[in-house]
């Protein structure tokens, strides 16, 4: 004669499939609609970080990435142009890693990451007057204030008060 288990294993047993299931679907989830960190690309690293953070392929679109590398000659302003292969090799993986997630799907004005939606919305509660301090200099400076900004990590936990920065401001931080 062959054991059946009692109806609480059987119950225990199906509650923990779909538990194991809903955390499953749950991670996925959470992994589409959030920044991916990818191991930087040295070219990306020696080229671009040379004059502002290498900012993670993941804070904009694919289509804003191809314009901003279609368009060195005139970055912000500034002549940023690089040879042909080291274009084609930053561009190339850059595009591979661009966000794609819900909150980068949209190209932002002028393919500027300060001024997506997902940047603004995140960053609504700093008065405007700290971009323009000396301390920060502008939106674009995140390592003012995220510490580990430079490994592509915007947590909250290592965001800091920004050295030089007048204390009036000193409200909008908590740590």
């Not at 966000?99 to 960053?123: A, L, M, N």
Request: aromatic share 8%; charged share 25%; net charge positive.
């Amino acid at each position: 004669m062959k054991n059946k288990p009692l109806a609480p294993v059987r119950y225990a047993r199906a509650a923990m499939k779909w538990i194991a299931i809903v955390l499953l679907a749950g991670a996925g989830l959470a992994r589409a609609d959030s920044p991916q960190r990818v191991a930087p690309l040295p070219k990306y690293q020696q080229e671009c970080a040379a004059c502002h953070l290498a900012y993670p392929p993941g804070m904009l679109p694919a289509a804003s990435w191809k314009r901003l590398m279609g368009s060195l000659s005139t970055h912000y302003g500034t002549d940023a142009s690089l040879d042909e292969a080291s274009v084609r090799e930053i561009s190339g993986w850059l595009q591979t890693h661009a966000g794609t997630y819900k909150r980068v799907s949209e190209e932002p004005p002028q393919d500027r990451i300060t001024r997506s939606q997902w940047f603004v919305r995140k960053h609504n509660e700093v008065d405007p007057q700290i971009w323009k301090q000396a301390a920060v200099k502008s939106a674009a400076n995140c390592a003012a204030c995220h510490t580990a900004a430079d490994k592509g990590s915007f947590r909250e936990s290592e965001i800091q008060f920004p050295k030089g920065l007048d204390a009036r401001f000193r409200r909008n931080w908590s740590d």
